[in-house]
């Protein structure tokens, strides 16, 4: 694991957009993701997992968008985890330390 948001709410889903996660920048940038990266989606309300990749939202709105079939995955009210995992040697990973960021589930900011 190289960055996890942990426990945000899902804020809306979205079946007829292409694909993705639809994240608020402020997120992105608390937890060193970047667009375009995949992330694993863990929905806690059912147990699901799936993969996809993270997209810009609104910044300072909170929103949390699962996007295509995703869509069918999450939907608004659910609670994920979001999750990305990186290459590296196994030195590399005895001295790494992930990012790993606790938003405020109410309102998906960063606190």
């Known amino acids: 694991m190289r960055s996890k948001l942990h426990r945000l ?17 402020d ?10 990266e995949k992330v694993q989606i863990v929905n806690v309300n059912n147990g ?3 993969e996809t990749y993270t997209i810009k939202g609104e910044r300072g709105s909170g929103q949390v968008c699962l996007n295509g079939p995703a869509a069918r995955r999450c ?8 999750i990305a995992y990186g290459m590296m040697t196994v030195e590399e990973a005895q001295n790494f330390t992930p990012t790993v960021v606790f938003p405020d589930t109410a309102t998906n900011k960063i606190v």
């Open 75 to 82: 939907q608004p009210g659910d609670i994920i985890i979001v």
């Open 48 to 50: 699901e997992r799936i």
């Open 9 to 25: 709410t899902v804020t809306e889903a979205d079946l007829n957009y292409i694909g993705s996660i639809t994240l608020d920048p």
């Open 27 to 36: 997120l992105l940038e608390a937890s060193g993701l970047v667009e375009g």
